[in-house]
């Protein structure tokens, strides 16, 4: 008797450790469709053709190398609809020894994979995810008896283990760890980002089009145009792409914004990575090659690689370090509700305006406007932090908990209470004049404080630090903010407050 092994919609790789040791002769490989996965929170309609075309395609791949495979489609007749169902259906009609699987990406599914021996009768082995670069034990490890977990830290040590970017003598190439002074420039006049890729779609996208179309066309974003890759071959291409003619600006203006272009010099890879189409070492090498060979210079090479062998892994340590705790948390109390804005509906705020479609057009923004504009608005706002995080999970094609949460609850929200940030990511419109052409168009003005066109961002920033001031006083890299409070007029301190309270008015009542 064979092996049933699953494989979920994000381990979409050859390499995936399920797949290591494969019995062509005996085994069976599993993917599902599942309703329950697709709608527990209301995904993007691109994110779930995207992963449905993906999986399809990969199912296809290896049929094609003579591997058995059992697909079950979310139209199928016979699909009941759950992760533990279907495991329960196929065991039933093949007949199989063991279950394997290599871990799920998310706790909730961990948890639920973990009854699976006792449910079905037969052993279930859940494997490492070996494509993430640190394991669960290593971070551990690394974390052990330290009072701040911070990122470039943790990076470091990455660097040595893969010895990227790194020389002989053990020193980082070209003398420093960081290079971020060099990155994050305001965008030019008329700065528009070089084309993109646009993939061809195949008969299995059209079909998974139909289907989504049919299913999902309720949650909110625009299904068509779709451009996505949906194979390792195309997700390449786009790397391949993005490498040769975008990562050269990347660190310079990895934090620039401007009105109607969503991606400027981002990789766009997020999605293909966090599924398993491209892989985190290949993706940091080429980088790293592509600097070597003189086509790329290193703050961009450098900047990027951190994102990925740092950010990524960081951010991965922490959720499952936390985990299941850290998602109670709400170190701010923030509970207003989720304005209709998020959605959609009509806001004066251009920067928030435009986030939101790029995001409802593409499931995609990109890192700043994730962070310092839908992100900044909900931290200042006080936002649900748990509908904030159901909004990041459903609305981005590269959503998955472990990823999401850490950012969102931590990063942009400060809710972990200052795991993933030493201090939060506060800001006024002030950053967002600087950073990107927003403002231009916008109806209110970032240079206003109080009154009918001062711009939202500007009082909330100040009520949000005096909301929190026991939180943040004693902050050692806040003591600049409190000081320029301080030297404001109690009047004026006073207006700002009467102005924020006006503006959470005009928020609840959706005139924002
Ligand atoms: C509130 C918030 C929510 C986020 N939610 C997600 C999410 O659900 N899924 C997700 O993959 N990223 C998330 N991010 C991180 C980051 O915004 C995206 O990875 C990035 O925007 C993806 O676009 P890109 O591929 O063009 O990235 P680039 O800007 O080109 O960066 C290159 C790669 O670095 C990695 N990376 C960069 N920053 C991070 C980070 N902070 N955490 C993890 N990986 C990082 C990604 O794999 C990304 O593809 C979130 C950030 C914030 C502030
Ligand atoms: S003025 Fe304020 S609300 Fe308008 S785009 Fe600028 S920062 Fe955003």
């Known amino acids: 008797m064979g092996a049933l092994r699953l494989i979920l919609a994000d381990q979409l790789s050859e390499s995936i450790a399920a797949l290591q040791g494969l019995d062509k002769a005996q085994d069976t490989v599993m993917l599902c469709e599942v309703m329950e996965e697709a709608s527990y929170v209301p995904h993007h309609p691109k994110k779930i053709a995207f992963l449905f075309s993906a999986m399809r395609h990969f199912a296809a791949e290896l049929e094609a190398q003579g591997v058995r495979v059992r697909y079950v489609t979310l139209n199928d007749a016979e699909n009941t609809g759950s992760f533990t169902s279907e495991a ?28 699976w021996a006792a449910t079905l009768g037969i052993p279930v082995e859940i494997l490492p995810d070996t494509r993430f670069l640190a394991t669960h034990e290593e971070f551990a490890a690394w974390a052990k008896g330290k009072k701040q977990l911070r990122m470039e830290f943790f990076y470091r040590e990455m660097r040595k283990k893969y010895a990227i970017l790194m020389e002989p003598d053990n020193k980082p190439t070209g003398g420093e760890w960081n290079y971020d002074k060099e990155n994050r420039k ?30 999902f066309s309720h949650h909110f974003g625009t299904l068509e145009p779709f451009h996505y890759a949906v194979t390792r071959r195309q997700a390449l291409l786009e790397l391949d792409h993005f490498i040769r003619r975008l990562l050269p600006e990347f660190g310079d203006y990895q934090d620039a914004m401007v009105a109607g272009e969503p991606y400027l010099y981002h990789s766009l890879i997020s999605s293909y990575l966090n599924a398993g189409l491209l892989l985190p070492l290949e993706i940091c090498q080429k980088a790293e090659a592509a600097y070597r060979a003189g086509t790329v210079p290193l703050n961009a090479a450098e900047g990027f690689i951190r994102q990925i062998l740092g950010w990524r892994e960081y951010i991965r340590g922490i959720y499952w370090h936390f985990m299941p705790e850290y998602g109670q948390r709400n170190s701010l109390n923030a509970t207003r509700p989720l304005p209709d804005f998020y959605w959609g509906a009509p806001t004066g705020m251009f920067c928030v305006a435009e986030t939101v479609r790029h995001t409802r057009d593409h499931a995609y923004s990109h890192h700043i406007q994730r962070l310092m504009i839908t992100g900044n608005f909900a931290l200042l706002a006080g936002l649900d932090v748990t509908a904030v ?88 890299r806040m003591p600049y903010m409190f000081s320029t409070w301080d030297r404001f007029a109690p009047e004026k301190q006073q207006a700002i407050r009467v102005h924020a309270a006006t503006t959470f008015k005009k928020m609840a009542e959706g005139a924002l």
């Open 88 to 115: 329960e259906r196929a065991v039933k009609a093949l007949g199989v020894s063991r279950l394997i699987v290599t871990e799920p990406g998310e706790y909730r599914v961990r948890e639920m994979i973990k009854n």
């Open 389 to 476: 995080q159901e909004w990041y999970l459903a609305v981005y094609s590269d959503a998955y908990e472990w990823v999401e949460m850490p950012n969102t609850l931590g990063m942009a929200l400060f809710g972990d209470g200052g795991v993933v940030a030493s201090k939060p990511y506060a800001a006024s419109g002030k950053y967002i004049h600087r950073m990107s052409n927003y403002c231009e168009k916008c109806t209110y003005d970032p240079d206003v404080m109080t009154g009918e066109n001062a711009c939202p961002f500007n009082a909330l920033y100040w009520d949000f630090l005096v909301r929190h001031e026991d939180k943040f006083r004693g902050n050692q």
């Open 186 to 215: 305001p965008p030019k006049a008329g700065m528009a980002s070089p084309p993109r890729m646009a993939h061809k779609k195949s008969a299995i996208t059209k079909d998974v089009l139909a289907l989504v179309k049919e299913r």
